[in-house]
């Protein structure tokens, strides 16, 4: 009976961060899926400076942690550069996003080059123009293979968000810790319906990955 | 006789250390109808693959309706073909491929439309009537909708020779276009090759290894032995009055099977 009327209590409260982490999953996922295609189709492109520019840009997001990217933006680049990225959830946006969408840049490179040669080949026997074969054969084969694990990132997407309370931002693990530092003894409960709580935000984005699997399956020629 | 729409003057290819052209002449003449045999590893396929833009040549020159296909004229110098200049050049040529390489991700019908309508950018109800008589032609009037997965490889590789048709090339190349099927489902497709022979005035190139058919609607046969074409001539001269061994041989194994 204590525990239920504990869960009562205590579910509302996570409530609260809600807001928080969903618009922040949200506008991230649209700049990491931006940075994505753009920084993927950089890498693939004939112009050594903008590949290479890409590729660092991509190495450095992806190889340092996305926690001390966060505070970089948070503290370090407004003391050096007096610039300020706009609130607190612009900076957690921006650190989610770039850092996604370094690692996901390497999913859009990765699917079109493994669009089967046979269908640049036939597009070119086709006479059309680089851009015509990107747009019209190529592209969207890779789209539909990239869907799984744009589902995957998005996930964990989900998960990083959790970050974002380390700079001060009200989402579900702020006000999880808030309700913990009150009430010690209910640490465990508390943090077991925070999981409960991400874990429901995921199933929708862990059904649309199988869907994204399921299309996935058809109407790609790979090899 | 007309002059020709291609030829190849002393063509070479070469793949890291691996010569598997070595100087290659070749005159195709419009509506002639070629086969290229010969051993596995000749380089037949390489030929076709070069007219088509998908090999450059190591050295040597392909000339196009008068125009090389690989190099082009820079402030007076010949430099290699820009993508603009190949698409200028090859756009008379079509081909079909040993894997049919059909887009999967679109129909049957707009597998046959998307070239014309953006390539060529023709009106899109003249390209769709274009398209369907095309496809019904190939047998395949009843398939507008379906997916290339939803074929058997016969029929596959009967749209993509719609596919190719609908451009209307010039010149259309073969390479190995039943290799990949089911013997079973050879015949389907080799009909199809015979109607348009017959009744396209175009120039047809065809790399098989399907001997009779090959004999049977070439006006001119090339064996290729080694990187070099070795015998060249009407499909009774090569096959029937050559004394070349090699040749013979070829044959020999071939008639065998």
Same mark, same amino acid.
């Given at each position: 009976m204590i525990t239920i009327n504990a869960i009562l209590d205590i579910f509302p409260q996570l409530m609260r961060g809600l807001g928080v982490t969903v618009t922040v999953l949200l506008a991230s996922a649209v700049l990491a899926y931006l940075m994505a295609f753009i920084a993927g189709l950089c890498r693939l492109s004939q112009n050594v400076i903008i590949r290479k520019f890409t590729g660092f840009y991509v190495e450095v997001f992806r190889g340092t942690s996305l926690i001390v990217q966060l505070f970089w933006l948070y503290y370090a680049i407004p003391m050096l550069?007096?610039?300020?990225?706009?609130?607190n959830w612009w900076t957690g946006v921006i650190a989610i996003g770039l850092n996604y969408g370094a690692y996901l840049s390497e999913v859009v490179r990765g699917s079109i080059l493994s669009v089967a040669k046979g269908q640049t080949e036939a597009a070119v026997a086709l006479n059309m123009s680089r851009f015509q074969r990107m747009r019209l054969i190529i592209f969207p084969q890779a789209v539909r293979m990239m869907l799984p694990e744009f589902g995957n990132y998005t996930i964990q997407m989900l998960k990083g968000t959790s970050l974002v309370s380390l700079i001060g931002m009200t989402d579900v693990l702020y006000y999880g810790d808030i309700m913990r530092s009150t009430n010690l003894a209910q640490a465990p409960l508390i943090y077991l319906l925070v999981l409960v709580f991400y874990f429901i935000l995921a199933l929708p984005l862990i059904w649309l990955t199988r869907k994204g699997e399921s299309i996935s399956k058809k109407g790609v020629a790979s090899g | 006789m007309t002059e020709p729409i291609v030829q190849y003057r002393d063509v070479h290819k070469s793949f890291g250390d691996v010569k598997v052209l070595k100087g290659i002449n070749l005159d195709i003449h419009p509506a002639e109808k070629i086969a290229v045999i010969g051993p *596995? &590893? *000749?380089g037949k396929t390489t030929i076709i693959r070069m007219l088509m833009t998908l090999e450059e040549p190591t050295s040597g020159d392909i000339i196009v309706d008068g125009t090389n296909l690989w190099k082009m004229e820079k402030s007076g110098k010949m430099v290699r073909a820009s993508e603009k200049h190949l698409r200028e050049v090859r756009g008379d040529i079509g081909m079909v491929f040993q894997h049919f390489n059909? =887009? @999967?991700?679109?129909t049957i019908l707009d597998n046959c439309m998307a070239a014309p309508i953006h390539v060529k950018k023709e009106n899109k109800e003249e390209v769709r009537e274009r398209a369907v008589q095309m496809l019904e032609r190939v047998? $395949? &009037?009843?398939? =507008?909708? *379906?997916? @290339?997965?939803? $074929?058997?490889g016969g029929q596959k590789q009967r749209v993509a020779m719609a596919r190719a048709l609908v451009m209307r090339p010039k010149i259309m190349l073969f390479d190995e276009v039943t290799s990949a099927l089911d013997p079973e489902l050879v015949g389907e497709v080799l009909e199809v090759i015979r109607d348009i022979a017959k009744n396209d005035d175009m120039a047809m190139v065809l790399v098989t290894h399907e001997m009779d058919f090959a004999l049977d609607i070439a006006d001119k046969v090339l064996f290729l032995d080694e990187g070099v074409i070795t015998e060249q001539g009407t499909a009774s001269e090569v096959i029937e009055h050559s004394t070349n061994e090699r040749l013979q041989t070829f044959l020999h194994r071939f008639r065998k099977v």
């Open positions: 550069f007096g610039i300020q990225l706009g609130s | *596995s &590893g *000749s059909l =887009f @999967p991700h679109m047998g $395949l &009037g009843d398939k =507008f909708d *379906s997916y @290339p997965s939803q $074929l058997s």
